[in-house]
T-cell receptor, first 115, second 116 residues
């Protein structure tokens, strides 16, 4: 299995809703990431988990809450979002060390629309 | 901090021809990894090619090759025999080998159009 699977592919939510994005990989990668991407822009890093522990939080608002229940699963819990949070949310994973080449494997993303 | 610059926001190429995408970066590290990612309208970021800084030989993957100039901090991507499926956003990215630095630093991206 060489994929990162993200669900759902599309999500529309109101500003008072609570929803979660899910990401799963079975490649043995111990680093997992959440990125936010606006149209025609590069991905912006939100969170990094290393060995299931949060290692980087890029000053993301608390309405985004990440969770890494185990080495294969990464969640992003959403609450009280704003319309400007509408974007493509990408999950990725990689080896911690760069021995195998250091590249990320990305999922196909969740297109989030906040109404 | 490392930075990655893609100075051309858009390019176009005729099908079957060759196109070169430019990328420069800034770093004080001597060892690092460089990547080109492709993002078609389907959204998924796909790894096109990677280069390890300590390797002098330029990486090649089928129709894709890089021109890695370490002293000039330049990392261009050449696409030969361009195909319609090559149309996408292309992002150049840098990764530090340092432990605890799993972050990928992206350039702003370049939109490639392939004309039939």
């Amino acid at each position: 299995d060489t994929e990162v699977t993200q669900t759902p592919k599309h999500l529309v939510m109101g500003m008072t809703n609570k929803k979660s994005l899910k990401c799963e990989q079975h490649m043995g990668h111990r680093a997992m990431y959440w990125y936010k991407q606006k149209a025609k822009k590069p991905p912006e890093l939100m969170f990094v988990y290393s060995y299931e522990k949060l290692s980087i939080n890029e000053s993301v608002p608390s309405r985004f809450s990440p969770e890494c229940p185990n080495s294969s699963l990464l969640n992003l819990h959403l609450h009280a979002l704003q319309p400007e949070d509408s974007a493509l949310y990408l999950c990725a994973s990689s080896h911690i060390s760069l021995g195998p080449g250091g590249g990320y494997t990305f999922g196909s993303g969740t297109r989030l629309t906040v109404v | 901090a490392q930075t990655v610059t893609q100075s051309q926001p858009e390019m176009s190429v005729q099908e079957a021809e060759t196109v070169t995408l430019s990328c420069t970066y800034d770093t004080s590290e001597s060892d690092y990894y460089l990547f080109w990612y492709k993002q078609p309208p389907s959204r998924q970021m796909i790894l096109v090619i990677r280069q390890e800084a300590y390797k002098q030989q330029n990486a090649t993957e089928n129709r894709f090759s890089v021109n890695f100039q370490k002293a000039a901090k330049s990392f261009s991507l050449k696409i030969s025999d361009s195909q319609l499926g090559d149309a996408a956003m292309y992002f150049c990215a840098y990764r530090s080998p340092q432990g605890g630095s799993e972050k990928l630093v992206f350039g702003k991206g370049m939109k490639l159009t392939v004309n039939p």
